[in-house]
């Protein structure tokens, strides 16, 4: 399962930088960035219903996001136990 750190490495930051970009479209309190890029007060593109499904999908997101990351922990933690255990050459022997 060693081979498994490197994509899963790489998925993790794909989905991080996903949720980084997910969490900055969305509209808070403060309007948010697409309220700070267009310039339009009340109106967001995506419609009134948009905050609720962009922040369900969010949390769903995070939650893979945590996920991974403590699969991807407990890949590590068994490949370096695993490392630790696997008999190395002789003490006696030289090369």
Do not use: C, H
Request: charged letters at 10%; hydrophobic letters at 50%.
């Amino acid at each position: 399962m060693g081979w498994l750190a490197g994509p899963l490495n790489v998925l993790i930051l794909l989905i991080g930088l996903f949720l980084i970009l997910l969490v900055l479209i969305q509209r808070g309190k403060g309007g948010g960035l697409v309220g700070a890029l267009s310039g339009i007060g009340g109106s967001s593109p995506f419609g009134s219903r948009a905050g609720d499904a962009f922040t369900r999908f969010t949390i769903y997101v995070a939650a893979l996001w945590l996920f991974l990351t403590m699969l991807q922990v407990r890949i590590i933690q068994t490949t370096a136990g695993r490392e630790a255990r696997s008999p190395t050459a002789p003490q006696g022997e030289q090369q």
